[in-house]
Structure formats: C-alpha cells, structure tokens
Nanobody
Framework: QVQLVESGGGLVQPGGSLSLSCRSSVSFLSLDSMGWYRQAPGKKRELAAI???????NYADSVKGRFTLSRDFSAKTVYLRMNSLKPEDTAVYYC?????????WGQGTQVTVTS
C-alpha cells in the first residue's frame, strides 16, 4: 500500500505563491507516476501536474508557466510550486501516485486564492 502525506496549501491573494509537498511511503522507483490533481467546487477532479512513467512531466494547460514540479528522491517527496495564482486555481489539491494498476491518493489539501 502506498501512503501519501500532503502538506502546504492555505489562503493566498491573487498573484501570490504557495508550495505543496507530498511524501510517499515508498520509493519513487516503485511508482509509475506521481503528481497532483485538483478538484474545484462543483467540478470534476482534473490533472494539475504529474511526473509520468517515462520520467517527464505533464502540466495542465491552465497551469503551464505558473506551476512547477520538483522532487527529492531521498526524501521520497514531490513538490508543487504554484506562482501567479488565480482565483480559478482555488481547489482541493490531491497528491496522486500510480503503481501497477493501482491508484493512490492523498487526503487532499485546500488552496484558496482570494482577495
């Protein structure tokens, strides 16, 4: 079982920045992909940014140029740096990891962008 523990998030004004982190209970080498999804009120959960199985990254068009993934292999942690935040970025952000045919989710962390 893969456990994902998130931290970060909170309340920020438009144009501000926040960072999220997600620590995995297993090594990245045993995961096929790992990253972040988000779900805004009344909307479906959507991909925000993810490390793919090939080691590359995939970002939603809406966050490209503003959000940046990074990772620390020794700490088994993935980070999401979010800059130039907009009100439409308000959502619960979920850490996600795939291993084999299994999907694993964190508990979610709230990001609210408002003036």
């Amino acid at each position: 079982q893969v456990q994902l523990v998130e931290s970060g998030g909170g309340l920020v004004q438009p144009g501000g920045s926040l960072s999220l982190s997600c620590r995995s209970s297993v090594s990245f080498l045993s995961l096929d992909s790992m990253g972040w999804y988000r779900q805004a009120p009344g909307k479906k959960r959507e991909l925000a940014a993810i490390y793919t199985s090939g080691g590359g990254t995939n970002y939603a068009d809406s966050v490209k140029g503003r959000f940046t993934l990074s990772r620390d292999f020794s700490a088994k942690t993935v980070y999401l740096r979010m800059n130039s935040l907009k009100p439409e970025d308000t959502a619960v952000y979920y850490c996600y990891a795939e291993r084999g045919r299994d999907d694993h989710w964190g508990q979610g962390t709230q990001v609210t962008v408002t003036s």
